[in-house]
């Protein structure tokens, strides 16, 4: 019903064009089959049965009637038309030929509002009239409805008018079926989606994030394995991996790279245990080192690893190998669920970031763009220029330049993403750069990033916590200074975001709609969304992932100011 409705506003020009293009043919063909300019009063009847139809088209007894009426009126001329142009015609009635094209007019309009039966019942009432007429309309020779080419010709437009119908009937059908039919692929993802949220509610902790499973994993295998750290990693494209979660008194920097001489790169292509006198930290101090890396091994993928390490030899002798493997088999279908229900939620997100962007670019952004060349005509061309006028019309300008500005903004922010290689780091910075330029805002920025990387999901959810806070600033604060903190440490993670501006009186997420937002993303991420006031003015946000780490390790990070 939704789409018919949609589809019939459409109609009206259709019926207007085809009705005057119609009436225009058949008054010509009646003028050469009769050469009588009086048989062009049935054309004016037709398009007095017509009007009715062309101007109320949604009305449930206007519009048949008219049509209906229409019928009639076709039999009705065209049996006339026949006994005029039969007069001194031996075979005679194939006059009606030049009235019966217009019966594509009501049965095209049916089908275009897919009114079918309407159609069909348009067909019979023409052709119940044209042997009324011709039972009744007397010719050289008897009847009208004798004559062979009286009825060749009927019976012609007839069939033609009713192939059409059902071909537009047949093709309604189709691409209704087409429409209503999901694609297999679509089916099988529905089914699977729909399978994998009922499996999800009866997950413990009704989750399926990697984080969380990561950490239940290592906390299972420390109950049957010796360890002082471990973690769990994941890939991340480009031949890298990241840290899901890892447990142990410092903080490791962890080998991430697959492509290094290492046992986690021998552990996840050959998809086996690998044990090591050697620690995959690249910050380890030295000494007797046992490591144990397990691939987690979901069909024949590999979807991460898991890295035990303990400060004493032979550590990990074969049962207890074993014992691990027995629960990261389990564990690997778990994170494999996990990761790929995160990757359909970051495709989903994305895809609904780029259509908004579309929408606002094609839409309110350029008719606001045609507002402004309107208020530049209307400046340049005035008759009468009182002050209080162009004034008032110059304001209305800047108004409209400040629109368009936001809702530039807005694009830029929802087509930022977190570049593979560039990092959270620089995605943030080059947000701040930009919405402080265009704010007047002096940018200092502080970025301290590993090089490891935090999973997709987290980085994006935690550069869309940082664009709300800058933007907040930006509109509501009043600040002529933004410090923004960015440091990165994975699993760990804090962006802060400070401003010297009037501050905000209540500090609760509840009580502003933006806030609110941030908190339950930082939420989403299993982090916290720290608000405060800022000495002696301005108003501090902070989002933090994980615990801080012990920061005796070396990693690559950069610092800037940009004023």
């Not at 409705?5 to 119609?22: E, G, I, S």
């Not at 993403?417 to 940018?443: F, K, M």
């Not at 800022?534 to 946000?541: D, I, K, N």
Request: proline share 5%; with cysteine.
């Amino acid at each position: 019903m939704p789409a018919s409705t949609a589809a019939r506003p459409q109609t009206r020009p259709v019926a207007a064009a085809a009705r005057a293009v119609m009436l225009a043919l058949v008054g010509v063909l009646t003028l050469v089959a009769t050469r009588d300019p009086a048989q062009l009063w049935w054309i004016a009847l037709l398009a007095v049965a017509g009007a009715p139809a062309l101007l109320a088209p949604e009305h449930r007894l206007i519009g048949p009637l008219s049509r209906l009426a229409e019928a009639v009126v076709i039999g009705l001329a065209a049996s006339q038309v026949a006994v005029s142009s039969a007069l001194g015609s031996s075979v005679g009635g194939l006059g009606a030929s030049a009235v019966l094209p217009y019966l594509a007019v009501p049965v095209t309009v049916t089908a275009l509002r897919r009114q079918f039966r309407e159609g069909a019942v348009l067909l019979g009432v023409t052709a119940a009239t044209l042997l009324v007429a011709g039972a009744f309309t007397e010719v050289a020779g008897g009847r009208q409805l004798g004559q062979a080419g009286y009825l060749a010709v009927c019976a012609q437009w007839l069939i033609l008018a009713g192939l059409g119908l059902y071909a537009a009937g047949t093709l309604h059908q189709v691409m209704r079926v087409r429409a209503d039919g999901k694609p297999q692929p679509y089916a099988e993802a529905t089914r699977l989606l729909t399978q994998l949220r009922t499996v999800a509610r009866q997950l413990p902790g009704a989750t399926l994030d990697p984080g969380g499973i990561s950490e239940h994993l290592l906390e299972e295998l420390r109950t049957v394995a010796p360890g002082n750290r471990g973690a769990v990693l994941s890939a991340s494209g480009g031949g890298r991996l990241v840290v899901l979660a890892q447990v142990g008194v410092d903080r490791v920097d962890w080998e991430t790279t697959l492509d290094a001489d290492s046992a986690i790169a021998d552990a996840w292509a050959s998809q086996q245990p690998q044990t090591s006198a050697r620690s995959q930290a690249r910050s380890h101090s030295g000494g007797d080192v046992s490591a144990l890396i397990v691939p987690l091994v979901a069909g024949v993928r590999t979807v991460g690893l898991v890295v035990l390490e303990a400060d004493a030899a032979h550590a990990y002798p074969p049962p207890v190998v074993s014992r691990v493997t027995a629960l990261t088999g389990p564990a690997a279908l778990r994170l494999e669920a996990a990761l790929l229900f995160d990757e359909v939620r970051s495709l989903a997100t994305n895809e609904e970031r780029q259509r908004l962007a579309r929408e606002i670019h094609d839409g309110v952004a350029q008719e606001l763009v045609m507002v402004g060349y309107g208020i530049d005509n209307a400046l340049a061309y005035v008759d009468e220029d009182p002050k209080e006028t162009a004034e008032a019309l110059r304001t209305l300008r800047g108004e409209v330049t400040r629109v368009i500005t936001e809702l530039r903004l807005s694009l830029f922010e929802l087509r930022s993403e977190v570049d593979r290689h560039g990092g959270l780091a620089a995605a943030i910075a080059e947000y701040a750069r930009t919405v402080g330029a265009s704010g007047g805002l002096r940018v200092h920025l502080s970025l301290d990033e590993s090089t490891a990387r935090l999973p997709a999901a987290t980085e994006a959810e935690l550069l869309r916590i940082a664009q709300e806070a800058v933007t907040n600033a930006r509109k509501h604060a009043g600040a002529s200074n933004l410090w923004v903190t960015c440091e990165v440490d994975p699993p760990y993670a804090q962006i802060e975001v400070s401003d010297d501006g009037h501050g905000i009186g209540d500090q609760r997420t509840d009580g502003h709609y933006g806030l609110a937002i941030m908190a339950e993303r930082a939420e989403r991420i299993r982090g916290r969304l720290e608000i405060s006031p800022r000495q002696p003015s301005g108003t501090t946000v902070a989002v933090v992932v994980g615990s801080s780490p012990r920061r005796d390790n070396v990693r690559g990070s950069a610092a800037a100011e940009v004023e």
